[in-house]
């Protein structure tokens, strides 16, 4: 069920969201947690069906808010809310405002957050420098930011780190999920040597590689290199992991963009899958655990201080 409110107001929202909900049997008592999604218009179907599948795992109510921060703009705030089919097992508030109306974000959304339940704010793109200190940070428990949106910032990073605080995560990190499983089933097989180096490389467009890099510096403590590839070397995401041992390399190396073979001296080559993941997957992930990533922070601040600038294949000719 899908209903349209135009021009309207958040005190109407929330009256009209309790008759929808009465209306079509709908209740909320099995919502956990608000997840609000601050992106830009053309963008929000996307970003609403991740939520929408995220939601059976994680029922809850999601907030999509879209900003015209035009000041010519006239001010208004129209608004859809959506539930049932329509919104998984969530139920779906999607407000778009201009103008005046836009001025205060932090109003938009407070008047219909579930109480007493966590909330987690989402920027799928144009993220604030400082997420924690920004309107809608202020008021959420987990604040998620995804570093790979395009156009990429090559110090995105840098200033993720920089303004850092618990609680703060990106799905950058949250794609190198199964990455970091497999690198550490590795090393936790014979022969148990130690790792003396380490190199890595991947797309120009992917913060994954970058963050993976940070990672394995933070954890073995060992000299990493790692590389952005051309385009037309290797187009998204992360293509290999090189671990060096005494007795022979560990190599980790993606075929294709699903498969990745796995080398390790003296044994059969294995060929994993290991696909990139979907951003329902990821969002999933996040939504697991409402506490800070203890983790991604120190990789994000220690391990990204740690590591050295990536390879230029430039000055090397």
């Known amino acids: 069920m899908i209903v349209d409110l135009p021009d309207t107001n958040v005190s109407r929202i929330s009256r009209a969201l309790v008759s929808v909900r009465e209306e079509g049997g709908v209740v909320a008592l099995g919502r956990v947690l608000t997840l609000m999604i601050a992106t830009r218009q053309g963008r929000e179907e996307a970003v609403i069906e991740a939520a929408n599948d995220a939601s059976r795992e994680h029922p809850m109510r999601v907030i999509v808010l879209m900003i015209n921060d035009d000041p010519d703009a006239p001010s208004r705030l129209d608004a ?145 290199e790692w590389e952005y590839l051309p385009e037309e070397e290797w187009r998204d995401g992360i293509r290999s992991v090189r671990l060096t041992r005494a007795s022979s390399d560990v190599v980790l190396e993606r075929s294709s963009a699903s498969i990745a073979c796995l080398h390790q001296g003296g044994q059969p080559d294995h060929d994993l899958v290991l696909p990139r993941r979907t951003l329902r997957e990821c969002l999933a992930e996040e939504l697991r655990r409402l506490d800070p990533d203890v983790l991604y922070g120190r990789v994000i601040t220690e391990g990204w201080e740690l590591l050295g600038p990536p390879l230029s294949r430039e000055s090397d000719g």
Do not use: C, F
């Open 80 to 224: 859809q809310i959506r539930v049932g089919g329509d919104a998984g097992a969530s139920e779906v508030i999607v407000l778009n405002a201009s103008g005046a109306a836009a001025s205060n974000e932090e109003s938009l959304v407070t008047g219909l957050l579930l109480p007493d339940a966590p909330v987690v704010v989402w920027w799928p793109d144009h993220p604030p420098t400082t997420p924690s200190t920004s309107p809608l940070g202020k008021i959420a428990q987990r604040r998620i930011t995804d570093a790979s949106t395009r156009p990429y910032d090559a110090h995105r990073l840098s200033d993720l780190g920089e303004h850092h605080a618990p609680g703060d995560t990106d799905l950058a990190w949250t794609r190198l999920t199964h990455w970091r499983e497999q690198l550490a089933a590795v090393l936790d097989q014979p022969p148990y040597e130690a790792v003396t180096g380490v190199s890595v490389s991947g797309a120009s467009t992917s913060p994954s590689t970058a963050l993976l890099a940070a990672w394995l510096r933070l954890m073995l403590d060992v000299p990493v």
